[in-house]
């Protein structure tokens, strides 16, 4: 059972992370934009990227990260003591090498579809493939999410949540 929570686990990361690098592979050289986020405030500001911001582009960067092969960096984007959760069980992160370890044990790669904010969460929704390093033990195309918890600029728990059901008029965020 924690072998097939594990895996699951390591497939939704994998499609989070799949979902960047489809983007990113498209021009290496140019910076991501960042995202439109849902916020209160209308008009611009000199203060430097929004929390909202920050946490989409934590996201984004963990996927990226993934994607490439570069367990390290997205190791890096958690917190110490950050938490993955997956049905019942929870797995701490207790260091970078534990975050470093979960990273590679994720099978597929994400291409991203959606995120959405609320709060310090930020939803991320997949098409999962096949990494460099592995085969994605779910069919090609197949769609998962994961909820991300982003506090002072890291990831601070991942959860595999249900996709998200369609609603027109929910405020999205661009991708």
Known sequence: MRRTCLL????????????CSADDANDDSAPAAPAETTSSHDGP???GPSSDQTAVSVVKAWSAALNAGDNEAAAALFAPNARVIQGAGVIPLIDQDA??????????????LDLTLEGDVVTAVFELGNRDTSLCDAPPGTIAAAEF??????IAA???????????SAPRSAV
């Open 45 to 47: 500001s000199d203060a």
């Open 149 to 154: 918890v982003i506090r002072s600029g890291k």
């Open 99 to 112: 975050a470093r370890r979960f990273n590679e044990a994720l099978p597929c790669s994400g291409r991203v």
């Open 158 to 168: 991942w959860q595999v949540v249900p996709v998200p059901a369609e609603d027109p």
């Open 8 to 19: 699951v686990v390591a497939l939704a990361i994998t499609l989070i992370v799949g979902a």
